[in-house]
């Protein structure tokens, strides 16, 4: 088990940048995937950037090229750097640990952090 706690939303111009960050309660060095999802009203949660143990990311195709995830085993943190932010980028953004246990997936989140882009 693990709880994920997420921080750094709020209001930004287009084109602006935020970093959002998410802290473990425990190690994440033995998480599978830590990911991040977003969620805007009415609407399912869309995979936004995801990490994997062994190094891999990806990322949804709109995108690729601005956000940024990584991981901090140290710290037990996992990060998503937005840059040229865009309004349709606004949404509640989640954090997600998906953890292998026996013969089984669990996911947590967190509670979720908002970010605006608006003028």
Not at 9 to 15: A, F, H, K, M
Request: hydrophobic share 35%.
């Amino acid at each position: 088990q693990v709880q994920l706690v997420e921080s750094g939303g709020g209001l930004v111009q287009p084109g602006g940048s935020l970093r959002l960050s998410c802290a473990a309660s425990r190690s994440i060095a033995s998480i599978y995937a830590m990911n991040w999802y977003r969620q805007t009203p009415g609407n399912q949660r869309e995979l936004v950037a995801s990490t994997t143990t062994g190094g891999t990311t990806n990322y949804a195709d709109s995108v690729k090229g601005r956000f940024t995830i990584s991981r901090d085993n140290a710290k037990n943190t996992v990060n998503l750097q937005m840059n040229s932010l865009r309004p349709e980028d606004t949404a509640v953004y989640y954090c997600n640990a998906r953890i292998f246990v026996a013969t089984s997936w669990y996911y947590y989140w967190g509670q979720g952090t908002q970010v605006t882009v608006a003028s």
